[in-house]
């Protein structure tokens, strides 16, 4: 079985700053890239970051600037690092994990509970 966990979430003043943290956990062969999602009330969820296994990244031209992904692979751990925070990027963040379980097995992307965050003006 494999768990995708987020943790960090919480409250920020507008102009903070918050980081996540999400940790993949269990049966694991290979994690072929690991990023962030997040959906607001009424919106569909959409992509925030993206790092590949070589190290490549990929961005929202929304956040693009302002936030930071990095991971930790020893650890099968991303971080996003989220700076200058607005109010209208109030969501629920959600981490997901390409993982390739087991040795044979297609590659699958496991998704997070979600973690809250939540910017007040």
């Known amino acids: 079985q494999v768990q995708v966990v987020e943790s960090g979430g919480g409250l920020v003043h507008i102009g903070g700053s918050l980081s996540l943290s999400c940790a993949a956990s269990?049966?694991?062969?290979?994690?072929?890239?690991m990023g962030w999602a997040r959906q607001a009330p009424g919106k569909q969820r959409e992509l925030v970051a993206h790092?590949?296994?070589?190290?490549?990244?990929k961005y929202a031209d929304t956040v693009r600037g302002r936030f930071a992904i990095s991971r930790d692979s020893a650890k099968n751990t991303v971080y996003l690092q989220m700076n200058s925070l607005k109010p209208e990027e109030t969501a629920v963040y959600y981490c997901?994990?390409?993982?390739?379980?087991?040795?044979?097995?297609?590659?699958?992307?496991?998704w997070g509970q979600g973690t809250q965050v939540s910017v007040s003006s």
């Open positions: 997901y994990a390409e993982i390739q379980a087991r040795r044979g097995e297609i590659p699958y992307d496991y």
């Open positions: 790092i590949a296994s070589d190290g490549s990244t």
């Open positions: 269990g049966s694991i062969f290979s994690i072929y890239a």
